[in-house]
């Protein structure tokens, strides 16, 4: 028999890596996409409904055609300077589409949803590292979406039946180690694509926001995470609820921050190639240090990090990029 698993966002960069992963391991992914961010040559595991998460009579339709098991909710706007531009945007796509997906799954009875939150919810931590208690204060609008978005979940959960895993990713990076999907933003606003884009001749300078930050080396620290360990993270969630666990929130970080200076030099290690840097004031709304506590996702999914070391991450990601890693 078998299972589908509606996999809303699907064509984007995280779902189209985990609908990989479902595939191979005998899940159907029904990516259901309005192909805006993401591209439908990315959805090569299982059928692809091309649709609007704001829609919820055809995701209703969705739902009831393809009775999938669960629902893995990646389809939202993410980039923070974005949300802080133009929130009617974030609000409507993160907080309404979300209400929409809840609202088909409540009128067709699909009851378990894994749903794509971020370490943005936390804003600028108190402590590090940031444990699922660290207090959830979001400093931009793309934050706050999904903070409302995870409570909305927790509300439609405790009134309808609904389970739930929410996972709060940390920073996104790398590609299929298979060389079959990547990284691939329009506009590119992400660290570790934008300095492949450079070495690769392809921008002329990466802009660094800010060297004059308290940290090792004055620029910021972020934990960065392999995309094909956050796609291996959401087949453990989906295993859990299957197995009847009870609702969740869990970060997903390796507990390593990496300064952007490292990241730089991986870069140029690996594939000996120069990254021309051009110094910025800081960008606005930046935390100078986030990485996971990652020790309850061990706990609770058995998840832990292993393609996130700095090389993994560069070697895989940057043929995407047509560099070569030598090293
Ligand atoms: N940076 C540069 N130059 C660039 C791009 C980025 O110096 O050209 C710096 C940023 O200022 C930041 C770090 O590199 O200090 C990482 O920036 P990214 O834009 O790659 O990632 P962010 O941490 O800002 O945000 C990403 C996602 C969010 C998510 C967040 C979680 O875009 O959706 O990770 O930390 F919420």
Known sequence: MTINILVT?????????????????????????????????????????????????????????????AVIHFAASAYVGESVENPSKYYRNNVIGTQSLLDACHRTNVGEIIFSSSCATYGVPPVLPITETTPQNPINPYGRTKLIAEQMLQDYAAAYGMRYVILRYFNACGADPDGDLGEWHDPETHLIPRALLTAAGRIPHLPVFGND???????????????????????????????????????????????????????????????????????????????????????????????????????????????????
């Open 9 to 69: 966002g699907g064509a984007g960069y995280i779902g189209s890596h985990t609908a990989k992963l479902l595939s191979s391991r005998g899940f159907v992914p029904i990516v259901y996409d309005n192909l805006t961010t993401g591209h439908q040559s990315s959805v090569r595991w299982g059928p692809l409904v091309h649709g609007d998460i704001l829609d919820t009579d055809r995701l209703a339709g969705t739902m009831a055609e393809y009775e999938p098991k």
């Open 213 to 327: 930050y308290d940290t090792q080396d004055g620029t910021c620290i972020r934990d960065y995470i392999h995309v094909s360990d956050l796609a291996r993270a959401h087949v453990l969630a989906l295993d859990y609820l299957v197995r009847g666990g009870d609702d969740l929130a869990v970060n997903l970080g390796t507990g390593r921050g990496s300064s952007i200076r490292q990241i730089l030099e991986t870069i140029s290690r690996i594939t000996e190639r120069h990254v021309a840097i051009k110094l910025h004031s800081r960008r606005p709304g930046d935390p100078p240090a986030l990485y996971a506590d990652p020790t309850f996702a061990q706990q609770a999914l058995r998840f832990s990090a292993e393609y996130s070391d700095l090389d993994t991450i560069v070697r895989t990601a940057a043929p995407f990029f047509g560099l070569e890693a030598r090293v």
